[in-house]
């Protein structure tokens, strides 16, 4: 028996006999599958080792809003143990629209709260802002997160328009000798394309969020004023999606 096969074996026992001074090797029959690190033993060894020339794919926690323009559909990444930042956001909602409006913003976040309670939608942090909104949320099960956004932004959209139609809508917030929605170059819907979801980390990450949030009330309130924020993502969104 080679030496390969005995490291191959992860049932081997070596005994040695301090009378006679011989090697007895008491084995099973090896796995014909060893583990991971004991095939690279293995390769390195013998001088075999292969290079990988594919590139370890990252777990995305990234997914919807501009991300989306011109690629494929696929299923939007979730966790059911880690936090959820969602944003959505309207070119629609300005002036007596926006979301801060004194009829909207006490509505907007009662729909965010109720709707929560009703799919078990536990909620970190919402902050309304003039035209978009952010939400720390967890969902337990794929579905219920499905069901909740359906339901929030069908119902946000429906109390800020009025209840009417969006063709309805638009006829009454379109500018002056704007006759075609396509003639004011924005979304021919209420919400600007799907809602941009990223998954935080638990420890700084999501802190860095919680704070983002508290920031973006105290500016939407007035008790801050805008500060300019870095744009951490510009080296990440060259990399998925090259100019």
Known sequence: MTFRNIISSQYAFVRLNPLVFQTRILFRPFSPTPSPRLRQLLQVEEGMKQINLFKKQKSQ????????????????????????????????????????????????????????????????????????????????????????????????????????????????VRGEGVTK???????????????????????RDYKTCMNYLRQNILEALGFAAYKERKDFYAKWRTKISPV
Not at 70 to 81: F, I
Not at 183 to 202: D, G, M, N, V
């Open 181 to 203: 929605i396509q003639e004011q170059h924005k979304e021919q819907r209420f919400w600007l394309l799907r809602p941009f979801t990223r998954i935080l980390l638990w420890g």
């Open 61 to 172: 926690r990234f997914f919807g809003g501009q991300l989306l323009l011109g690629r494929r559909k696929k299923q939007r990444p979730l966790s059911n143990n880690q936090a959820l930042h969602i944003v959505l956001k309207s070119q629609w909602a300005r002036g007596k629209n926006a979301f801060t409006h004194k009829d909207n913003f006490a509505a907007t976040k009662a729909l965010i709260h109720s709707i929560a309670k009703k799919y078990g939608i536990r909620i970190y942090r919402i902050a309304i802002v003039s035209n978009h909104i952010h939400i720390i949320l967890r969902a337990k099960r794929r579905w219920l997160y499905r069901s909740y956004i359906c339901s929030i932004t069908g119902q946000i959209a429906q109390h800020v328009m009025k209840n009417q139609s969006f063709a309805d809508f638009f006829e009454k």
